[in-house]
């Protein structure tokens, strides 16, 4: 049997064991967490009548697919909590399945695979998404199978992916206008034809999304919690982006400091960081307006863990220290970014480069800002953290949609 394949084997019996045990201790026992509870109402809400009028309505700030799959296995299996769960299993077995094929096939190692998908699977937040009834995972879902697609080539597979990933939540946008960029980009330096279909492939996964929201007349459905949170229209936080530039330090930390030598090495870049760190005074992180009148007055787990550790007047200095040490990281993806544009060379690492910096613009808009909505970019986030050698410096595939590597870039090595 070859490696491959018994690697394939080892990760499907691991998941079947973690999930029977996550089924056994807290699907078939836990009550409801948290957002489950409205969630549920939505599942059901839309399962007794799935009119136009509900749909429009539904009292939910994210697209409606994730609510419409559970509702349709309530129909045929049940809409009990343990039964809902299960489906939420059964999408998360199929989710990190795919992440490791996509690994296998980007790094082209199956020890490196079975390391990131472990990395996944214990996230703090992909645990919880992996058995509760969010609907986070089916957006993961959908991401993998855009990589694998993006990866071999698969304009429609990649526009199916994409829009599904937008029916589950609409932030993925951020997924969509990274790799419109990108293969614009190519196109520009190796005039591809292939380049133009999978730019045609993604606006083409945006029109449902689109259609919703002229549906919709906006962003989400007309409902109670938009006029709570978005009555006044959008507006843009800096603060957000400072707060996600320190969770990407946070939920990447292993393979930044795997990485550490490539990010922390330049006396310059530390003087930059320090500069920009002052950023921090002028945007403090602290829980978004719609979570403080919601009675929520953290961000998520580290925040949490932050207040634990010490007392509220001196958490600002911990994420000082976080947003500083965070910064290098971020000067060495512009550089790289940068060096790219003036080379006019395309390497693999640039559409999960472009894909971070669109993230942050993206987030920087929404309403509220939370650790788990981290969760769709770390895969992208360690593409471009271990970036073309992967965890044991014998990376040896090509984006299939560029296997020509363009010359006028220094940085490309022929495999």
């Given amino acids: 049997m070859s490696t491959s394949k018994r690697s394939l084997i080892l990760l499907i019996i691991f998941l079947l064991g973690y999930e029977i045990v996550l089924y056994l201790t807290v699907a078939d026992k836990q009550p409801l967490w948290h957002d489950e509870g409205h969630f549920i109402e939505t599942i059901k809400y839309l399962a007794d009548d799935l009119s136009l009028e509900r749909l429009k309505n539904y009292n939910e700030m994210s697209t409606p697919l994730p609510f419409l799959v559970y509702a349709l296995w309530g129909k045929i299996v049940s809409f009990e909590l343990p039964a809902l769960r299960l489906l939420s299993l059964t999408i998360s077995f199929f989710t990190f399945l795919s992440f490791y094929f996509f690994f296998r096939s980007w790094y082209d190692d199956t020890k490196t695979a079975l390391i990131l998908t472990g990395f996944l699977i214990f996230q703090p937040y992909m645990i919880g998404v992996t058995v509760f009834v969010y609907t986070d995972m089916l957006t993961m879902f959908f991401l993998a199978t855009s990589l694998i697609s993006l990866h071999k080539y698969k304009p429609i597979i990649f526009s199916v992916s994409m829009a599904g990933g937008l029916l589950c939540r609409q ?179 640039l559409f999960s480069d472009l894909a971070i910096f669109s993230f942050l613009i993206t987030m920087a808009f929404s309403y509220v800002n939370w650790e788990k909505y981290l969760l769709p970019v770390i895969p992208l986030a360690i593409l471009s953290i271990l970036g073309e050698d992967g965890l044991f410096n014998n990376g040896k595939s090509k984006l299939g949609i560029s296997n020509q590597p363009d010359k006028s870039s220094r940085g490309n090595r022929q495999k």
């Fill in 171 to 349: 932030y993925l946008i951020f997924w969509c206008l990274a790799t419109f960029i990108y293969f614009l980009w190519s196109f520009y330096i190796q005039r591809d034809r292939r380049h133009i279909e999978m730019m045609l492939s993604i606006l083409v996964a945006m029109l449902p999304i689109g259609l919703l929201f002229l549906f919709w007349k906006g962003l989400s459905p007309q409902n109670a919690l938009h006029k709570q949170y978005v009555s006044e229209g959008l507006s843009f936080h800096f603060s957000f982006i400072v707060f996600y530039i320190c969770m990407f330090l946070i939920y990447l930390l292993p393979l930044i400091v795997i990485r550490r030598r490539s990010f922390y090495r330049n006396i310059k870049i530390y003087f930059v960081a320090f500069i920009l760190s002052g950023g921090y005074l002028l945007y403090p992180i602290k829980a978004s307006q719609p979570a403080e009148q919601a009675g929520v007055f953290t961000t998520g787990y580290f925040h949490r863990f932050i207040r634990w550790m010490v007392n509220e007047s001196c958490e600002h200095l911990v994420f000082y220290l976080v947003f500083l040490l965070s910064l290098p990281v971020f000067i060495h993806l512009s550089i790289r970014l940068y060096r790219q544009r003036r080379n006019r060379s395309s390497q693999r690492s």
